[in-house]
């Protein structure tokens, strides 16, 4: 999932508490310590109320989502350059056939050695000129493979959520923006997270589609990642596009998930990353405090037991409604 705090680094800003103070973790074992829980209501965003309040609720199938990972688990470990990541390549390539998918492969140059890495993407084209991005991480944690880590919030979450949300817009028609969904690779560190050491896939995919002209077209990025906690609380990205970020709480407002969302405000090294450094619209969805403490985070204790189909549900459902009201958005 996060990057940052996957290798351990979360800059945890105290927004109210200590105006501007960040607190760098080094070490996986020390991430959460100094969780500071800080309360930032978004101010209203500029929406079309009338359109927002006549759209039909879209939901998924959370049970459907919750069976994907369990089978995305059962593959095991799922690092960068290994059987097993395959294995999840073909599953999830399994699952898009007869949509339009493309895969941006490419060769990262890791400090432990070279490995292929794949960003799979599937179009699902609208009505509007322009692109709404929905993306997720599917590679697992690279250090621990050896460990009986199986990953099951941490990649396993967003693979699943990913492949529902596939199924919602395969079978709809698409009034508005075109949806896009990027199963992202290579997303955690090798070794030890660094600004080169991680995010492989996302940095590739920005670049390229800064070059190719894609990335003026999108409108939106919204990232999820680690979000089958049981315990579900969305953190406060304070990296992520603040008017973005107040779309989210006003989905999740009217759907009444907002006790969910934004009860700290952290600063989290994500997939999201590359795309907010290039000017497009980012906000990554992500719960930080798995288990008292964030100590599942990175631990083979990161299981399916700890996770909950009511949060793939919640999650879930504020992405839809998240993009319907980005449609509604008059630009
Ligand atoms: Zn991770």
């Given at each position: 999932?996060?990057?940052?705090?996957?290798?351990?680094?979360?800059?945890?800003?105290?927004?109210?508490?200590?105006?501007?103070?960040?607190?760098?973790?080094?070490?996986?074992?020390?991430?959460?310590?100094?969780?500071?829980?800080?309360?930032?209501?978004?101010?209203?965003?500029?929406?079309?109320?009338?359109?927002?309040?006549?759209?039909?609720?879209?939901?998924?199938?959370?049970?459907?989502?919750?069976?994907?990972?369990?089978?995305?688990?059962?593959?095991?470990?799922?690092?960068i350059g290994s059987e097993n990541h395959k294995k999840l390549e073909k599953y999830i390539l399994g699952h898009l056939r007869g949509d339009k998918v493309e895969v941006d492969a490419f060769e990262a140059d890791t400090p432990e050695g070279k490995f292929p890495v794949k960003n799979i993407i599937t179009k699902y084209p609208g009505t509007r000129e322009g692109i709404i991005v929905i993306?997720?991480?599917?590679?697992?944690?690279?250090?621990?493979?050896?460990?009986?880590?199986?990953?099951?919030?941490?990649?396993?979450?967003?693979?699943?959520?990913?492949?529902?949300?596939?199924?919602?817009?395969?079978?709809?028609?698409?009034?508005?923006?075109?949806?896009?969904?990027?199963?992202?690779?290579?997303?955690?560190?090798?070794?030890?997270?660094?600004?080169?050491?991680?995010?492989?896939?996302?940095?590739?995919?920005?670049?390229?589609?800064?070059?190719?002209?894609?990335?003026?077209?999108?409108?939106?990025?919204?990232?999820?990642?680690?979000?089958?906690?049981?315990?579900?609380?969305?953190?406060?990205?304070?990296?992520?596009?603040?008017?973005?970020?107040?779309?989210?709480?006003?989905?999740?407002?009217?759907?009444?998930?907002?006790?969910?969302?934004?009860?700290?405000?952290?600063?989290?090294?994500?997939?999201?990353?590359?795309?907010?450094?290039?000017?497009?619209?980012?906000?990554d969805l992500i719960d930080l405090n798995y288990g008292y403490g964030n100590v599942f985070h990175h631990t083979p204790q990161d299981t399916l037991d700890k996770l909950s189909p009511k949060s793939l549900q919640i999650?879930?459902?504020?992405?839809?409604?998240?993009?319907?009201?980005?449609?509604?958005?008059?630009?």
């Open positions: 999932m996060i990057a940052a705090r996957k290798a351990g680094r979360i800059g945890v800003i105290m927004l109210i508490a200590s105006m501007g103070v960040a607190c760098g973790h080094e070490n996986t074992e020390e991430a959460g310590k100094s969780a500071v829980s800080t309360t930032v209501v978004p101010a209203p965003a500029d929406l079309a109320p009338a359109t927002a309040a006549t759209t039909p609720v879209a939901t998924i199938d959370s049970a459907r989502a919750m069976q994907y990972v369990r089978d995305v688990v059962k593959f095991g470990a799922r690092p993306a997720g991480h599917y590679d697992t944690n690279y250090p621990l493979r050896d460990t009986g880590y199986v990953g099951a919030n941490d990649g396993g979450s967003s693979t699943a959520l990913l492949l529902e949300l596939a199924n919602h817009f395969r079978s709809k028609k698409n009034d508005g923006y075109s949806v896009w969904l990027v199963w992202t690779d290579g997303e955690e560190a090798v070794k030890q997270w660094t600004s080169t050491d991680s995010l492989y896939g996302s940095r590739h995919l920005a670049e390229k589609w800064q070059k190719d002209g894609t990335l003026k077209k999108i409108k939106a990025f919204l990232l999820v990642d680690m979000i089958g906690d049981a315990d579900l609380n969305v953190d406060q990205d304070t990296g992520s596009t603040s008017w973005l970020q107040n779309v989210v709480f006003q989905a999740a407002t009217r759907l009444g998930y907002q006790s969910h969302f934004y009860g700290r405000a952290i600063g989290v090294e994500d997939d999201h990353l590359p795309f907010v450094r290039m000017g497009v619209p980012s906000v999650v879930g459902d504020v992405v839809l409604e998240t993009v319907s009201l980005v449609n509604s958005l008059k630009n």
